[in-house]
């Protein structure tokens, strides 16, 4: 059975980076690719939303900072054991709601 697209709180995500949320603040947010000002990654995503998807990794749905046009971040976390012991607590506790 398929995994749901679940939205979820940036509390949420905090705890599923970990230690790894300074380098999501200073890297991985200013280092998002936009297709309208192609740029080489270095604009910022702005405004977004956080899913974890079917594969339990991150997306980010958001906007360039620069231009406003709509875009994405990928983040792999579904391959971490310890992200995935976290994402389906998560799971559990939206599925409640």
């Given at each position: 059975m398929q995994k749901e697209i679940v939205s979820i709180i940036l509390e949420d995500?905090?705890?599923i980076m970990g230690e790894e949320w300074k380098i999501f603040q200073e890297k991985?947010?200013?280092n998002c690719y936009c297709s309208k000002c192609n740029s080489a990654y270095d604009s910022t995503i702005v405004d977004y939303t956080v899913e974890i998807n079917d594969?339990?990794?991150i997306i980010l749905r958001g906007?360039?900072?620069?231009?406003?046009y709509p875009i994405n971040r990928?983040?792999?976390t579904?391959?971490?054991e310890e992200?995935?012991?976290i994402i389906e607590e998560i799971r559990r506790?939206?599925?409640m709601n």
């Open positions: 995500f905090h705890k991985i947010i200013h594969l339990d990794d906007k360039c900072d620069k231009c406003r990928y983040i792999e579904g391959e971490n992200n995935v012991e506790r939206y599925a």
